[in-house]
């Protein structure tokens, strides 16, 4: 299978490079292609510029790779800290450049006079890691779970990747080694289960 990784994160040697790498290193041992990309050590562009909206445009030569790589990804891993509720702005840029109208989604007549959307994504699998310095159970009694819905609801059912899971690792930053030790076990036991070796999971 085809891996792809996308890390959203600033600093390099941060809990996020961890998940990544070690979300890597387990897919890598199940005998599956991964290609992971740093979107602060590649220097991604995130601002969508008016050229690109139309669904014919012609895109830049990095914008259309990340275009084919998904159109061609049989797994998707998300790594990201979260940044008021949502995720960084560069990968919410990246969401916005590279899961484009006609390449992982469509929207067709909803037979109502209106329209309804059509997942295009061969991904069997969607995962996403996230991570936060609020307690889960308070971010849940006083927002809800923005980013349950935003990766979950919107971002991964619009483009119908049909299993999708979110992880929030928190409060990171009163976490012990152990505690991180244990957190980076349950991303190699996620990979393990939707991504096992020897086929799709």
């Not at 916005?96 to 992982?104: E, K, Q, S, T, Y």
């Not at 295009?120 to 890691?129: C, D, T, Y």
């Not at 971010?139 to 349950?148: N, Q, R, T, W």
Request: charge should be negative; charged fraction near 20%.
């Amino acid at each position: 299978m085809r891996v792809s990784i996308i890390l959203g994160h600033p600093t390099p040697g941060s809990f996020n490079h961890a998940i990544a790498s070690t979300a890597s290193a387990a897919l890598a041992k199940n005998g599956h292609a991964v290609i992971l990309h740093d979107l602060y050590a590649e220097r991604f562009d995130p601002v969508l510029p008016s050229a690109e909206i139309a669904k014919d445009a012609v895109l830049p030569p990095d914008i259309e790779a990340h275009c084919r790589e998904m159109d061609q990804a049989d797994g998707l891993l998300i790594v990201h800290p979260n940044y008021w509720s949502a995720p960084p702005a560069i990968l919410r840029g990246w969401v916005d450049r590279v899961l484009r109208p006609g390449r992982a989604y469509n929207f067709v007549p909803d037979g109502q006079g209106g329209a309804r959307p059509v997942g295009l994504l061969k991904a069997s699998a969607a995962l996403v890691f996230s991570t936060a310095n609020t307690p889960h159970d308070k971010e849940l009694a006083a927002f809800g779970d923005p980013l349950e819905t935003h990766w979950i609801k919107v971002v991964f059912g619009l483009c119908g990747v049909p299993r999708t899971e979110r992880w929030d690792f928190s409060p990171v930053i009163v976490s012990t080694p152990a505690q991180r030790d244990e957190w980076l076990r349950t991303v190699t036991d996620a990979v393990n289960r939707y991504f096992p070796a020897g086929g799709a999971g």
